[in-house]
């Protein structure tokens, strides 16, 4: 089940009950709870297409995959749900452990670590230019996220879905503008890149 859906069964009913306590009406028009999220679930985690995923749950019609993929999608990022699960830590929460023992002095007020990737789309073609990134995945529509985790690799940020071309730089200053990862004063995020900068992020020098 966990290599189909991402998840044992008990969190596949733990999932349920928690989307059904949020209000969600995962079943409809003939088809279960578990069988939508179920649906839903699947095509998050194996990029199937909708035709794919109507076969491989018993010739399902099209229209039924797509509601049940779009049930969770909304639900899964709705405010109520993102602000629950992903949220800056406040001023103030203590600095984690693994920071008071590795090093309270040179990491205080760091809470996680940013980095980014590109996510494989399908856009129209007369915008495929804008979504090639230019470093190194040539003739590849992508989008940009990037994302936030901290100590206990629990997400904290995250912004998606600006185009691949766009610039490290360009997309955090994207992100911050939103207020996605607006840090107190005097916290910061680690990054690999020096090419990102600001208050928000510190980049660790090499040696």
């Known amino acids: 089940m966990r290599a189909a859906l991402g998840v044992n069964l008990q969190e596949f009913l733990s999932i349920k009950d928690y989307m059904e306590g949020k209000g969600v009406e995962l079943g409809s028009r003939g088809v279960s709870a578990e069988a939508s999220l179920a649906m839903g679930l699947w095509t998050l985690r194996t990029g ?5 995923t109507a076969e491989a749950f018993g010739q399902r019609s099209l229209d039924t995959v797509t509601e049940s993929l779009w049930t969770v999608v909304l639900a899964l990022s709705s405010e109520e749900i993102v602000d629950e699960w992903i949220r800056i830590p406040s001023a103030d929460e203590p600095d984690h452990p693994q920071i008071k023992d590795y090093s309270p002095l040179v990491f205080a007020g760091c809470r996680g670590a940013l980095d ?5 789309v399908k856009v129209p073609k007369r915008v495929e230019d804008v979504y090639v990134s230019r470093r190194g995945r040539k003739d590849k529509t992508t989008i940009n996220v990037f994302a936030a985790c901290n100590f206990d690799l629990d997400f904290i940020a995250i912004h998606a879905g600006v185009e691949g071309s766009a610039h490290d730089s360009r997309v955090l ?4 503008a939103t207020g996605n990862f607006a840090m107190p004063p005097g916290l910061y995020l680690l990054d690999q890149s020096s090419t990102v900068h600001g208050s928000l992020v510190l980049c660790p020098a090499a040696t």
């Open 48 to 52: 199937d297409s909708t035709r794919h």
């Open 116 to 120: 980014g990737t590109h996510i494989g």
């Open 173 to 176: 200053e994207m992100a911050r």
